[in-house]
């Protein structure tokens, strides 16, 4: 049904799982790029926003996110627009989240469209040194 590979620095073995380690920027782009959904979970977090750096490689990449629903996300993220969101710490509830977008390739395009334009428009180079310099002065 799904295939499903997690990257991560920690030696894991799952069943059924292709687990990925040590890979290089260029093999994490292919996966990004080649991927349908990029899911970040986590645990319940209400001030951190926890897997953010993913988020937005994935956003960058065109590839659409689904997230631990956290407060901090949704500062920087809309729901159903530029991300989705599933319960943390509830297996049942992105389960059921990932069966709902999984074959809805419209809303999965504009999410991927929406995505990637807010981190062209908001979340650049330029923006993000702007914050940092009114961050220091």
Not at 9 to 32: A, F, H, M, P, Q
Not at 100 to 128: D, H, Y
Request: charged letters at 25%; a negative charge; hydrophobic letters at 35%.
């Amino acid at each position: 049904k799904y295939k499903t590979i997690i990257v991560t620095t920690n030696k894991i073995s799952c069943k059924g799982v292709e687990i990925k380690s040590g890979i290089t920027n260029d093999e994490l782009l292919e996966l990004y790029h080649g991927a349908r959904i990029i899911i970040t979970p986590s645990v319940k977090l209400l001030t951190e926003s926890s897997g953010l750096s993913t988020t937005v490689q994935a956003m960058a990449c065109g590839t659409p996110v689904l997230s631990s629903d956290s407060p901090a996300m949704r500062e920087l993220f809309k729901e159903d627009e530029e991300i989705f969101y599933f319960e943390p710490e509830k297996s049942e509830n992105l389960e059921k989240k990932l069966n709902e977008l999984w074959g809805n390739n419209l809303l999965l395009e504009r999410v991927s469209k929406n995505g990637r334009a807010i981190i062209e428009n908001k979340f650049n180079s330029i923006n993000m040194a702007k914050q940092l310099d009114e961050i220091i002065q």
